[in-house]
Each structure stands twice: as C-alpha cells, then as structure tokens.
C-alpha cells in the first residue's frame, strides 16, 4: 500500500469518527451544584484560611484609613526600602499618605533589586486561597511574578466562592476580548521537581501578602 493510500485511510476514520455522535458520560455536568461540600463562613473567612494554609500573609482592613495603617506597619517592620507599583489608583493612596517608599520605575534594572511588587488583581477565590491576575491589570505580567515579594491590594468586593465565578468576572469586565494570559497565584511559589524537597520561590515570589479592603474598589 502506497503512503499515500494509507494517509488517505486514516483520514476517512478520522472522518467518519468526528461524524458519530458520543454520548457524553455526563451530559448535565454545567448545570450541577458544585461538587465540594458548602461552607457556611463568609467568603472573606474562607480565602483567608485556604489562602493562610498555604503560607500566604492575610491582613483585613475596615477600609483604606486602616489598609494604610497596616501596610505602613508592615513596611516599618520588614524595613523595606523599594517597592514597585504601577497601579494609578494605588498610587494616588501612596501618594496621598506620604509613601516614599513606593516607585512606579518600569525600569527592569531597577526592579531586579526591589524588595516587592504591589498590584491589585481581577479577584479572589475564596475556595482554593487563589489570586486571580491578567495581563490586561497596569502591573501586567511582570510585577505579580517577577519582584521576590508579591503584595496584593484588593477589595471585598473581588472575593468570589469558585475558579468558574472568577472568569466569569473577567468575562464580564473584559466582553470585548479576554485578556491573553490569565494567571491563578495560589501561595508563593513552590516545587519539589529536585529530590523531592520542597523550595520555595522558584518560580515566582516566596512570599505573598494579601490586604483586603471591606470597601468598594477606589
């Protein structure tokens, strides 16, 4: 049999295959309940425990008075001296309590040295500890992976129970066309790819702070 005989075989089996109908296993899977059990805690107790179980740093504020507060006392205590953030609307609160700390540098030599990266994110989810970020966020794909410390201001708001609600938020702010790549942080980063042994900070940050404003995003 010639190669071309046999090339034009599979392709008729091919042909023929995507024309039978599969019954699927489970053809009402999208319109169940949620597969894990239901919690009863708020979903801002929620992600704070998944999120500090995985050795992430949570801190609650009533609203953006005591956010400046906390992260003043934070960058006091771990003496931080340059952190990086390109969010405007953060900016505008760092400016307006006197950070002098925080630069908006893009500069690549500059951020190589900086003590963390500050950004907002798309959500957060509840269930699983999870940071959702975009590209399409001012911090795109460079702040949230790049800086050794990733710090993460967010609002109540942004708290949502699953991984299928956050991109449905994404969805829903971005109806034009999704952002190119959608990055789900789950804790600082980790792998054991070397004997099996645990390492953190690899891969992206070894340390993450989440603050979580009980207020509307500013």
Not at 31 to 42: D, I, L, P, R
Request: proline share 4%.
């Amino acid at each position: 049999m010639k190669v071309s005989d046999a090339k034009e075989q599979i392709l008729k089996r091919i042909r023929k295959g995507l024309n039978h109908k599969v019954q699927q296993p489970f053809p009402n899977i999208d319109g169940q309940t949620s597969v894990y059990s239901s919690n009863h805690q708020s979903l801002e107790v929620q992600f704070a425990k998944s999120f500090t179980d995985l050795g992430g740093y949570f801190v609650y504020c009533d609203d953006v008075t005591e956010f400046v507060a906390n992260f003043k006392n934070l960058i006091a205590e771990k003496k931080w001296e340059n952190l990086i953030c390109w969010d405007e609307s953060l900016l505008k609160i760092f400016a307006a309590h006197n950070f002098e700390t925080i630069h908006n540098t893009k500069n690549i030599a500059a951020i190589e040295p900086c003590d963390a990266g500050i950004t907002t994110c798309e959500s957060l989810v509840a269930r699983t500890g999870t940071i959702t970020l975009s590209s399409k966020q001012q911090s795109g794909r460079v702040l949230g992976i790049y800086p050794p410390i990733h710090i993460v201001i967010a609002f109540s708001e942004q708290v949502v129970n699953d991984l299928k609600d956050s991109l449905t938020l994404i969805k829903q702010k971005y109806p034009e066309q999704i952002p190119s790549l959608i990055n789900f942080e789950t804790g600082p980063s980790r792998t054991a790819d070397i004997e099996k042994t645990l390492v953190v900070g690899v891969h992206g940050p070894k340390e993450v702070f989440v603050f979580l404003i009980d207020d509307a995003i500013a």
